[in-house]
């Protein structure tokens, strides 16, 4: 009984949220009380796709189908989002380690400065070749028609995506997982609220259709990040951002560009390989690509939750090699792999066992719950390599290392996915279920990699 109260006590103290010390007391509580919040975070993000998915599944196949084309190249900004996080963490991390707050807080704002500049770069392709872009995968004349305004709302809003993930990164670097846990809650209730009544008009909202998904996503992130914000310059947070903060300093933008870039590269990397496996499923018909989609945003809700368990990775290797402890770091990231690799295989059993019953949850198309069952049911049986594959590449990028990672995921993505999913989809003819087995295979190929690499421990010496 004690036990459980005691259990009880640490999870309202995760869900709360403080700044987190990770460089002192017992590892297991400092995991927990780090990757609550961060779960929570992700499962907030996932949230996103689940959400979007239910009410344009209403639409219809076309809608679903300009959803996850739109989606994949998408991948591109959360690329960039991602890697600006990690570098921001890393930095971040290190510098609170040091006890260096104004550092941290520097370090911060050239980071959202970077941020803002490169999504105003990716906000042109959204204001002017959105039907382009769809038309470059694949998409039909009928889905561009329907789905330009979607893609070309997402893009634009992109600013949204970008500083989301990125103050998230600042947060978690200071060990202040559950204010970055907070903007993603209030992100996901507006979007929530909002996404029936722009997609289906409700009242005296614009029936925008799957347009409306975009416009209602955008307006939730935009609040999450205003929510982000208020606390960077209020001060309520570790980092504060104020006076002289502010300067733009060209040396440290420069900085954060070469170690976000890296972390970047690993994402774009891996969307690039599922762009090549969504424009290898265009080919199958618009049903089997939808349940493909539907697959997919499914597996996304799993996997983010993890990715919450491996970021606490990131922040404990950062801020333990600031205070000159790199062995109290590696036993941190080997208790993350452990927990992380329980919970992805209690997550494999679920879609195992009963992959229809969350396809039906978004559509009775036969053909696309056939789809989505044969991909629930293969991609999944990668899930515990993954596991421990993505703690150990970010606590690798939470050191500064992000050159070693990018280089796993150019062999583990292009060298061997691409090529493997186009040889037993199209010359072994095992059509949809030869991608769907690439995927397992690459990810089992990568963990082995990683745990050789992070056994030899270059990474303890990386200097930020």
């Given at each position: 009984?004690?036990?459980?109260?005691?259990?009880?006590?640490?999870?309202?103290?995760?869900?709360?949220?403080?700044?987190?010390?990770t460089t002192q007391g017992k590892m297991d509580k400092v995991i927990f009380l780090l990757?609550?919040?961060?779960?929570?975070?992700?499962?907030?993000?996932?949230?996103?796709?689940?959400?979007?998915?239910?009410?344009?599944?209403?639409?219809?196949?076309?809608?679903?189908?300009?959803?996850?084309?739109?989606?994949?190249?998408?991948?591109?900004?959360?690329?960039?989002?991602?890697?600006?996080?990690?570098?921001?963490?890393?930095?971040?991390?290190?510098?609170?380690?040091?006890?260096?707050?104004?550092?941290?807080?520097?370090?911060?704002?050239?980071?959202?400065?970077?941020?803002?500049?490169?999504?105003?770069?990716?906000?042109?392709?959204?204001?002017?070749?959105?039907?382009?872009?769809?038309?470059?995968?694949?998409?039909?004349?009928?889905?561009?028609?329907?789905?330009?305004?979607?893609?070309?709302?997402?893009?634009?809003?992109?600013?949204?995506?970008?500083?989301?993930?990125?103050?998230?990164?600042?947060?978690?670097?200071?060990?202040?997982?559950?204010?970055?846990?907070?903007?993603?809650?209030i992100a996901n209730s507006i979007n929530i609220v909002l996404d029936p009544f722009f997609?289906?008009?409700?009242?005296?909202?614009?029936?925008?259709?799957?347009?409306?998904?975009?416009?209602?996503?955008?307006?939730?992130?935009?609040?999450?990040?205003?929510?982000?914000?208020?606390?960077?310059?209020?001060?309520?947070?570790?980092?504060?951002?104020?006076?002289?903060?502010?300067?733009?300093?060209?040396?440290?933008?420069?900085?954060?560009?070469?170690?976000?870039?890296?972390?970047?590269?690993?994402?774009?990397?891996?969307?690039?390989?599922?762009?090549?496996?969504?424009?290898?499923?265009?080919?199958?018909?618009?049903?089997?690509?939808?349940?493909?989609?539907?697959?997919?945003?499914?597996?996304?809700?799993?996997?983010?939750?993890?990715?919450?368990?491996?970021?606490?990775?990131?922040?404990?290797?950062?801020?333990?090699?600031?205070?000159?402890?790199?062995?109290?770091?590696?036993?941190?990231?080997?208790?993350?792999?452990?927990?992380?690799?329980?919970?992805?295989?209690?997550?494999?059993?679920?879609?195992?066992?009963?992959?229809?019953?969350?396809?039906?949850?978004?559509?009775?198309?036969?053909?696309?719950?056939?789809?989505?069952?044969?991909?629930?049911?293969?991609?999944?049986?990668?899930?515990?390599?993954?596991?421990?594959?993505?703690?150990?590449?970010?606590?690798?990028?939470?050191?500064?290392?992000?050159?070693?990672?990018?280089?796993?995921?150019?062999?583990?993505?292009?060298?061997?996915?691409?090529?493997?999913?186009?040889?037993?989809?199209?010359?072994?003819?095992?059509?949809?279920?030869?991608?769907?087995?690439?995927?397992?295979?690459?990810?089992?190929?990568?963990?082995?990699?990683?745990?050789?690499?992070?056994?030899?421990?270059?990474?303890?010496?990386?200097?930020?």
């Open positions: 009984m004690k036990r459980i109260r005691n259990f009880f006590k640490l999870l309202s103290q995760a869900l709360k949220g403080e700044n987190i010390d990757a609550v919040p961060m779960i929570f975070e992700m499962f907030m993000e996932s949230l996103f796709a689940i959400v979007d998915i239910y009410f344009v599944s209403k639409v219809g196949v076309d809608a679903v189908a300009v959803v996850g084309l739109t989606e994949s190249t998408l991948t591109i900004v959360y690329s960039i989002g991602f890697g600006l996080s990690m570098g921001a963490t890393a930095l971040v991390a290190r510098r609170i380690g040091e006890q260096n707050t104004e550092g941290a807080a520097t370090a911060a704002m050239q980071a959202i400065y970077l941020g803002i500049g490169l999504a105003a770069l990716i906000s042109l392709i959204g204001i002017f070749i959105p039907d382009e872009l769809l038309r470059a995968m694949g998409a039909s004349d009928k889905i561009i028609e329907q789905g330009t305004g979607y893609t070309r709302w997402m893009l634009t809003g992109n600013f949204a995506i970008v500083l989301l993930f990125l103050n998230n990164g600042i947060f978690r670097g200071a060990g202040d997982a559950g204010l970055a846990m907070r903007s993603l809650i997609i289906f008009g409700y009242g005296f909202f614009p029936e925008l259709g799957v347009t409306g998904a975009a416009v209602a996503t955008t307006i939730g992130r935009s609040c999450g990040v205003l929510y982000q914000l208020y606390h960077l310059t209020k001060g309520s947070a570790m980092v504060h951002l104020k006076g002289k903060i502010f300067k733009l300093r060209l040396s440290i933008v420069q900085k954060i560009a070469v170690l976000s870039s890296g972390s970047a590269g690993q994402f774009i990397i891996a969307s690039a390989s599922w762009i090549f496996l969504m424009r290898i499923m265009s080919g199958f018909g618009e049903e089997v690509l939808a349940g493909y989609t539907t697959a997919i945003r499914i597996l996304i809700f799993s996997i983010l939750p993890a990715w919450g368990i491996s970021n606490a990775a990131a922040t404990i290797v950062g801020q333990n090699l600031g205070a000159q402890q790199p062995d109290r770091a590696e036993k941190g990231v080997w208790r993350t792999s452990y927990f992380n690799m329980i919970f992805m295989f209690i997550v494999t059993v679920i879609f195992v066992g009963f992959p229809e019953f969350f396809m039906r949850l978004f559509t009775d198309n036969a053909v696309v719950i056939e789809q989505g069952v044969l991909c629930l049911r293969i991609v999944c049986l990668g899930y515990i390599a993954y596991g421990y594959e993505m703690v150990l590449a970010n606590a690798i990028n939470g050191a500064g290392d992000t050159r070693t990672p990018t280089l796993i995921n150019i062999f583990g993505f292009w060298i061997l996915q691409i090529p493997l999913a186009w040889f037993m989809a199209l010359q072994l003819d095992l059509g949809s279920a030869g991608v769907y087995a690439a995927v397992p295979i690459s990810e089992a190929v990568m963990a082995i990699i990683y745990v050789f690499i992070f056994r030899r421990g270059k990474w303890k010496t990386v200097q930020l």
